[in-house]
């Protein structure tokens, strides 16, 4: 699951930019406190096209780029009540409910949705006491982020960022403990926007600081060689890493165990973050400084089997694979915040 580095543009060509995703875990937990309401669904008629051949489809509005793809159909869009300027990131899917989460970033908080697009209800509290969250960057111009990852057990795990620590709840929401101060040594963060768990072991990707994996009660385990990633993790257990025009897996341990240019046609834009399905295809996120541009699928092999002029800066799979979801951090685009679910084409 990856993000850009970002600092005043949103992305300059060639900055680092890469996703680590978790293939069977990522999401909500039950239904608990605050507000609660139901948008009314939004949908597109666009056609999703599979191969690189497809007709050519204007990308979002705010964003000047020569079309290459069709997009993909559009579900539904939805946010949730907002009470600042937000912006949303880091969707991930309850494994136990089903139910998305989608950091409101700017609110602290995270919306919760049905599968269906309608808003169950908001959850978090901004601050710096146990349990309390900080989802903006320290930066000069803060950015948006609060990634969020799932255990099989419905636990949970909250890259806190403006906090410079990770927390753990259990899946009742409970504050369970956290770990991590400022700083560059082990067991430290400047800057964690990017988190991944199997229940066992939690990987935190950190700008500024690279990748460090722990167990589930916070104890360091390992550095990774490699820099800032906001990852995925294949079925396999790599960890998928989509960076500066490839696609790279590593193990557990980090050592590289393949390496492939990423085939984007002539779609221009860097890579955000990558989410793998059940077959191995990767999904991987073009994003330019004005915002989301497309999206590319990868088999196994590194073959292109899909580009759409869909795009986000995050993503999350359905638990069948069969759409996925996308939210977006940055200037107001083609109508964000919100949270998207896209129809992925049956293979």
């Known amino acids: 699951m990856s993000v850009p580095i970002r600092s005043g543009p949103r992305l300059a060509a060639g900055s680092l930019a890469v996703a680590i995703a978790l293939a069977a875990c990522a999401g909500a937990t ?12 939004a949908g597109s008629t666009a056609t999703a096209v599979r191969a690189a051949a497809a007709t050519a489809s204007a990308p979002a509005a705010s964003v000047s780029v020569a079309p290459f793809a069709a997009p993909l159909t559009l579900l539904w869009q939805a946010n949730g009540p907002a009470r600042a300027a937000t912006e949303t990131y880091w969707p991930a899917i309850d494994p136990v409910t089903g139910n998305v989460w ?69 899946k009742n929401r409970m504050f369970v403990r956290a770990w991590g101060t400022f700083g560059t040594d082990h067991g430290q963060f400047t800057n964690p926007k990017g988190i991944a768990t199997d229940g066992t072991t939690v990987y935190v990707a950190d700008d500024g600081n690279g990748m460090q994996a722990f167990d589930a009660d916070g104890r360091f385990l390992r550095a990774f060689d490699f820099p800032f990633v906001l990852f995925s993790r294949a079925p396999t257990g790599n960890l998928v890493v989509a960076d500066n025009g ?37 999904y991987i996120a073009l994003v330019l ?59």
């Not at 039950?30 to 669904?41: D, Q």
């Not at 309608?118 to 903006?136: H, N, R």
Request: no cysteine; hydrophobic share 35%; charged share 20%.
């Open 102 to 170: 989608v950091a409101s970033s700017f609110d602290n908080q995270y919306w919760i949705f049905k599968p269906n697009g309608t808003f169950v209800e908001s959850w978090g509290a901004g601050g710096k006491g146990d349990g309390q969250l900080d989802l903006t960057t320290r930066d000069m111009n803060p950015d948006g982020a609060g990634a969020i990852a799932f255990a099989p057990d419905g636990s949970f795990y909250v890259a806190d960022v403006g906090n410079y620590r990770v927390e753990k709840f259990a």
């Open 289 to 347: 400084d004005r915002g989301p541009v497309g999206l590319v699928e990868l088999d196994k092999n590194g073959n292109r089997v899909g580009l759409w002029s869909t795009g986000a800066e995050t993503l999350s799979l359905a638990q069948d694979s069969s759409a996925i979801y996308a939210a977006y951090t940055g200037p107001s685009v083609s109508g964000w915040p919100y949270l998207r679910k896209y129809a992925l084409p049956k293979p």
């Open 246 to 282: 490839y696609l790279d897996q590593f193990d557990a341990n980090g050592n590289r165990v393949s390496h492939i240019a990423i085939d984007a046609g002539k779609a221009a834009g860097d890579t955000s973050q990558v989410v793998v399905d059940g077959r191995g295809d990767a």
């Open 30 to 41: 039950t239904p608990g406190a605050s507000a609660s309401g139901a948008p009314a669904p």
